[in-house]
């Protein structure tokens, strides 16, 4: 059973950026397909940005051309890289497996973007 524990959260200013991690306990390698998933207050989790194991991408549209997912293998650590942040993005961001993720999620990182 993977572990995963997600940093890099904050407060930023909108049209900010901020650089999120997300640990894993055990070989990221294994894992197929990797996501970054947020959840706004009042609102349901969403999928916003995947990896696969080769370094194929995807994104939600809401988050296309301003986040970038990244994977490095030998970290075991995906990134993601979130630029011209807006308060819509302000949400707590977790990683998982995508698009199936796992029950267990880790703790989370909150980004609040607000002027």
């Known amino acids: 059973q993977v572990h995963w524990v997600e940093s890099g959260g904050g407060l930023v200013q909108p049209g900010g950026s901020l650089r999120l991690s997300c640990a894993t306990s055990?070989?990221?390698?294994?894992?197929?397909?990797v996501g970054w998933y947020r959840q706004a207050p009042g609102k349901q989790r969403e999928l916003v940005a995947t990896?696969?194991?080769?370094?194929?991408?995807g994104y939600a549209d809401s988050v296309k051309g301003r986040f970038t997912i990244s994977r490095d293998s030998a970290k075991n650590t995906v990134y993601l890289q979130m630029s011209t942040l807006e308060p819509e993005d302000t949400a707590v961001y977790y990683c998982?497996?995508?698009?199936?993720?796992?029950?267990?999620w880790g703790p989370g990182t909150q980004v609040t973007v607000s002027s």
């Open positions: 990896v696969s194991r080769f370094g194929g991408t």
């Open positions: 998982n497996n995508a698009p199936s993720p796992e029950l267990n």
């Open positions: 055990g070989s990221i390698f294994s894992i197929n397909v």
